[in-house]
């Protein structure tokens, strides 16, 4: 499958040798299948012919609402779930089945790929503590931002045809809002993401922070016997550089979209992992509910010269084709300058939109994951990762975290306000023109992709 976004694509350079160590997938022991939409039901027949699935106990989306999605309950434990959104189905195989499986989806027409489904995690390289080493890199990195804001922010971006003409003209002031809102022109902007949904799939949220109160929030949790409330804290915090409020309680700003509509799916456990099955679910959920974007700031990590997942490269594509970009997190494997690993999955894969993570300096985060795997895998664009200040449940209500996973929600965010801009777009459309209009740096596209994100 060739790239969504061949026609602004930051590949090319693919330096392999740098990071290209074997990895051992951590599968569940479930296959992904993904079915032709227009053959969907002769697919699954298929598979009952030739390896015994039982369709007599198939769980399929179109039987739960469209706002709640299929039950956790049911997603774990039924033997095949059917995603007819995505057109993907996942079954768990008696143990005398999985090979047979594997050999008639190779060998049915309905059929175009299949997997086995691995677990995936939150991507974050750490939180920042007070009285560690990281809060006195991060202030000194305030200091350098500072220095390069006003020369860096005055170019380059345009929406459409027209040119954005407001421009810096005082010392940004990092008490009013974080370095990544005016890294990205956020606080430029006169957008804020009115009437666009957007879902992060994540490890919930907490539906308590008072920063969030009277925000319209549609949540609903994929992991079994664990409801949306964050119990981990990562979710929480993507989702407040996403569509944090404009001006919270207690300053900096932190927040892109501030009145875009939250669609809060927990696909990650407490712990911070989940299997794919509970992941496409929420994309699944989040289609079902017109969210123009999906942010996951998941991933697991791959082999060098390792091929993008064939399943969530058909499953980006049929989100694209209803008008749905996913912006996923390229992955924190990397340790720079002597290890660079390559982008995550699912970030590697073509039709997802892949985001590497820039300090304020705007070097490549040491830990962000690089284009280095041909066949897809590139990095698309960059954003603010380190030192990003966002909001965690409560009592602590805000914390500071480093990763691909807080620079993906300014990205995610930023694409909100684009389509508030010019809510007509296609997904594809919003894909490039997030690429046209970053913010060229002076590093390697295997490392920051097309540039710095720019907000309209």
Not at 165 to 180: E, K, R
Not at 205 to 217: E, K, V, Y
Request: aromatic share 6%; charged share 15%; with cysteine.
């Amino acid at each position: 499958m060739p790239s969504a976004f061949d026609d602004f694509r930051t590949g090319g350079g693919f330096e392999t040798g740098t990071g290209a160590l074997p990895v051992v997938p951590e599968t569940t022991g479930r296959i992904l299948v993904v079915l032709r939409k227009d053959q969907m039901r002769a697919g699954l027949s298929a598979l009952s012919d030739r390896a015994g699935l039982d369709l007599s106990n198939v769980a399929s989306t179109a039987d739960f609402a469209a706002e709640s999605g299929i039950s956790s309950e049911t997603l774990a434990t039924a033997p095949t779930v059917v995603f007819e959104q995505l057109g993907v189905a996942v079954i768990r195989p008696e143990a005398d089945q999985f090979e047979a499986m594997a050999a008639a989806a190779v060998a049915t027409p309905a059929i175009e790929a299949s997997e086995p489904e691995q677990v995936e995690y939150a991507l974050a390289d750490g939180l920042i503590e007070p009285g560690r080493a990281a809060p006195a890199e991060y202030l000194r990195g305030y200091q350098a931002a500072v220095n390069q804001l006003i020369d860096g922010l005055l170019g380059g971006a345009r929406v459409g045809q027209q040119a954005v003409t407001a421009a810096v003209t005082t010392t940004p002031d990092l008490s009013l809002a974080t370095w990544g809102l005016y890294a990205s022109r956020v606080v430029e902007s006169q957008f804020s993401g009115r009437g666009i949904r957007v879902a992060v799939l994540d490890t919930g949220m907490d539906l308590n922070h008072p920063d969030f109160a009277g925000r319209s929030i549609t949540h609903q949790s994929f992991i079994q016997g664990q409801g949306v409330q964050d119990g981990n804290g990562h979710g929480t915090h993507v989702i407040g550089t996403a569509c944090g409020p404009l001006r919270p309680a207690i300053l900096p700003r932190y927040g892109v979209a501030y009145e875009a509509e939250i669609f809060a799916g927990k696909v990650l456990s407490n712990e911070g992992s989940g299997a794919d099955g509970g992941i496409l679910a929420g994309i699944d959920w989040a289609i079902r509910n017109g969210c123009r974007i999906i942010s996951m700031s998941l991933g697991a990590p791959v082999s060098g010269g390792q091929r993008p997942s064939p399943v969530y490269e058909e499953v980006g594509q049929r989100a694209l084709d209803a008008g749905t970009l996913i912006i996923a997190a390229a992955g924190n494997e990397s340790s720079r300058p002597l290890f660079i690993a390559p982008v995550a999955r699912p970030a590697n894969s073509r039709t997802i939109f892949a985001v590497a993570a820039v300090d304020s300096s705007h070097a490549a985060a040491d830990f962000s994951n690089g284009g280095i795997n041909p066949n897809g895998g590139e990095v698309n664009t960059a954003a603010a990762g380190v030192g990003v200040h966002s909001s965690v449940p409560m009592p602590r209500r805000y914390a500071t975290f480093n990763g691909t996973s807080q620079a993906t929600p300014h990205v995610s965010g930023i694409a909100a306000l684009y389509l508030q801009a010019t809510p007509e777009m296609s997904a594809l459309d919003l894909a490039r023109l997030l690429l046209r209009t970053t913010r060229p740096l002076p590093l390697p596209r295997r490392d920051v992709g097309a540039g710095l994100v720019q907000a309209p």
